[in-house]
């Protein structure tokens, strides 16, 4: 019985492995059934298409055409492109074209051709024709980005350019003579025609330019107390350069323009009596609102040499906010001795003291809203005797809440010994620019006398817009005289205009030079007469000394 159990354990162990075995057997095979077949590597043949020659190389399946044209051995640059894409997987008999690119920077040379410049003149025969100044050429280098396609151009684009040399125009001046007679003049009377800066001197008959860049803007423009020099702006060539100040000698045979290295210089420049060349100047920043620049309301000096050396400006008032609406700016004038520097503002007038640096105010007045991109500076001027200063007073009207919308303006003096400002002359207009003339000895008497000329506005109350007639009355505001122009003629446009230089104990001193209809006329103020000097059209600014 035992042995039988013992059998039988031993035969139940043999099929429980023949068990195993088998499922083992099964599992193999399935496992087996499962494997993938191994594919053979197959290649490809590809043909490269590269710096004008071709060749077929075998590559495997799979391969990109970057892949093909590194198994060809072929370098591939940066820029370089390839058809198809560098990425895209080839099939057997693909073609590879391999474009190179290459970019190159090229500099070409340019002739910038000069302009010419027409100067018309009167005291030359009609038609006649002399060169002033010959015209030169000028360089240009020009930089171009330059795209190659297996050396064949196929972009090009101008990254730079550069004037190497500037041209310099052709001067011719052509003679317009006009029928207007010649008279001799004391001193030397400058202008501004077109652009360019003219002098007389000795007689209005005999003309010369001095500056014939054309770009002369017209805001500073004043001869040197010696008659010698000649201070201008010429317009700026940047959005940041509104002008630049300049200094230009005179003196025939020996013109010389000189750069004083100042921009921005919108309301005063001037002469620094007894100073050797010395010059004094506010300044501005350039902005891109309306009007275009932010007003620094300083004052700096300067002196240069005939040499062109400059010396570094030397700041007298530093930069200020300058009142209410201190951003248009301020304006100086200067006494006739040199001696004193008057200021003037939106809201303000007084002086300058030199000693301590500071502004020093003699009256405020409320300032005019003109409701716009401009604010309204009044005009002041010295008495010859430097007791006086004259100025155009911002007026109440009646009926108004404030000031400041008044369209009212009178004429005025404040004296510098003392007192309170004198009401001369009611409704002149804001643009009324009074100005006195030379101190002249008077026989019966033997002192020292003057009288005043302002511009008088046709409609007090439309001064902005309106005409003006050129006024002279005595100093003490008596005598008034309406000289120019005659009634039911266009008014007079509000401008700086010159008494004659007191020359040899007042010669001259008689003669005022206004400009109407952009001419040149001579005013006689002891006769009444007027006289035309030029009949161009184009004369915007005046200085006679």
């Known amino acids: 019985m035992r042995l039988y159990q013992s059998n039988r354990k031993q035969i139940r162990s043999l099929v429980n492995l023949l068990r195993h075995i088998f499922c083992l057997s099964i599992l193999i095979g399935i496992l087996s059934a499962c494997e993938f077949p191994q594919e053979k590597q197959v290649a490809i043949s590809v043909t490269l298409n590269v710096d004008g020659q071709s060749q077929e190389v075998s590559v495997p399946a799979g391969t990109n055409a970057r892949q093909a044209l590194e198994f060809g051995g072929v370098i591939i640059n940066p820029d370089d492109r390839s058809d198809p894409p560098f990425f895209t997987i080839l099939s057997d008999g693909a073609i590879v074209n391999l474009t190179r690119v290459v970019e190159e920077y090229v500099i070409e040379e340019s002739i910038l051709p000069y302009e010419t410049q027409v100067l018309r003149n009167e005291s030359l025969p009609e038609g006649e024709r002399r060169l002033i100044q010959p015209g030169v050429n000028g360089i240009q280098e ?70 014939t860049t054309g770009d002369l803007d017209g805001r500073v423009f004043s001869i040197s107390p010696d008659g010698d020099w000649l201070l201008y702006t ?79 400006p030397r700041t007298s008032i530093r930069e200020n906010s300058g009142g ?51 604010a309204w500076i009044p005009e002041i001027a010295w008495s010859p005797d430097g007791l006086f200063l004259y100025f155009v007073d911002h007026t109440p009207q009646e009926g108004l809440s404030s000031g400041e919308h008044s369209p009212l303006f009178s004429l005025a003096a404040i004296p510098l010994f003392g007192g309170v400002p004198i009401s001369m002359i009611p409704e002149v207009g804001m643009f009324a620019n009074p100005l006195p003339s030379p101190a002249r000895r008077l026989t019966l008497t033997n002192e020292n006398s003057f009288q005043i000329a302002y511009l008088q506005a046709l409609m007090p109350t439309q001064s902005q817009t309106g005409g003006y007639q050129l006024v002279v009355f005595d100093r003490d505001g008596s005598n008034p005289n309406i000289l120019f122009p005659p009634e039911g003629t266009p008014g007079l446009e509000p401008h700086r205009f010159k008494w004659a230089p007191d020359i040899d104990g007042g010669v001259g001193s008689d003669i005022i030079a206004i400009i109407y209809q952009g001419n040149i006329w001579f005013i006689d103020v002891v006769q009444g007469t007027s006289q035309q000097l030029t009949g161009d059209g184009l004369i915007s600014a005046i200085d006679w000394k």
């Open 142 to 211: 020009t930089t171009f980005r330059i795209i190659l396609e297996n050396g064949i151009e196929v972009s090009r684009n101008q990254v730079n350019s550069v004037i190497i040399q500037a041209p310099i125009p052709e001067v011719v001046m052509v003679g317009n003579q006009a029928p207007f007679a010649s008279i001799d003049i004391p001193g030397r009377l400058a202008y501004i025609s077109a652009g360019n800066a003219w002098i007389m001197e000795g007689n209005t008959g005999v003309r010369r330019p001095l500056v």
């Open 234 to 312: 010429r317009s700026g060539e940047s959005e940041e350069v509104i002008n630049t100040l300049w200094a230009t000698r005179v003196v025939e045979d020996e013109i010389q323009m000189i750069d004083l290295k100042v921009s921005n210089v919108i309301h005063f420049a001037d002469w620094v009596e007894g100073s050797v060349n010395g010059v004094v100047f506010s300044t501005a920043e350039s902005i891109q609102s309306p009007p275009g620049w932010q007003a620094n309301n300083d004052l700096k000096f300067l002196n240069y040499s005939s040499s062109g050396w400059v010396s570094r």
């Open 324 to 374: 209410v609406y201190g951003w248009w700016g301020v304006d100086y004038v200067w006494s006739a001795d040199g001696e004193q520097l008057a200021y003037s503002r939106p809201d303000e007038i007084g002086l300058v003291d030199l000693e301590t640096e500071r502004l020093v105010p003699l009256y405020n007045f409320p300032p005019l809203q003109t409701r716009s991109d401009w």
